[in-house]
């Protein structure tokens, strides 16, 4: 019951994770396609889901290079930067159909955790249905005889 409770507690906050995170996904590729993307995006997106240069080919890279149109020069005085030194507004298509991906994964990940939530409440009620927990195992794991959180702590065992 503990662990079911648990998993009821913790689900939606989870689903809430998920969710901002296919925000921000979505956030980067509307920030692409829309070639506004800035350096401060470079490295948001890079804390996020990390480098994403090992999904282009020296190909893909030589084309990013010659689309003049994507380059922008970095704002005067970025850290790490000269005069003179660009990055690009854009990310490659590969780049935004690797984002596509990544957010259909959390989304079935979300649909995946929003079941599991589901199941843990008809068990957990099916489980309170049987009837109150004797109360050294009620004190024992922390919840009240009819299987919910108990306000007192956990005594601690030797």
């Known amino acids: 019951m503990k662990e079911l409770l648990g998993a009821i507690e ?3 906050e989870e689903v809430k994770s998920c969710n901002c995170h296919v925000e921000m996904l979505g956030y980067f590729i509307a920030r692409s396609e829309t070639l506004r993307l800035d350096p401060n995006d470079h490295d948001g997106l890079l804390r996020l889901i990390g480098a994403t240069e090992d999904l282009l080919t020296e190909e893909d890279c030589q084309q990013m290079r010659s689309n003049r149109q994507i380059w922008t020069p970095y704002p005067t005085g970025w850290i790490g930067t000269v ?21 259909a994964e959390i989304r079935e990940h979300i649909s995946a955790v929003r079941a599991g939530l589901l199941a843990c409440q008809a068990e957990l009620g099916a489980l309170q249905a049987i009837g109150p927990l004797p109360d050294d195992i009620a004190q024992r794991y922390g919840l009240t005889r009819e299987g919910t959180r108990s306000k007192t702590p956990v005594p601690k065992t030797l």
Do not use: S
Not at 83 to 103: I, N, R, S, T
């Open 10 to 12: 913790e689900g939606p």
């Open 83 to 103: 005069e003179g030194d660009m990055y690009p507004v854009a990310l490659h298509p590969k780049e935004v159909e690797y984002l596509l991906l990544l957010q």
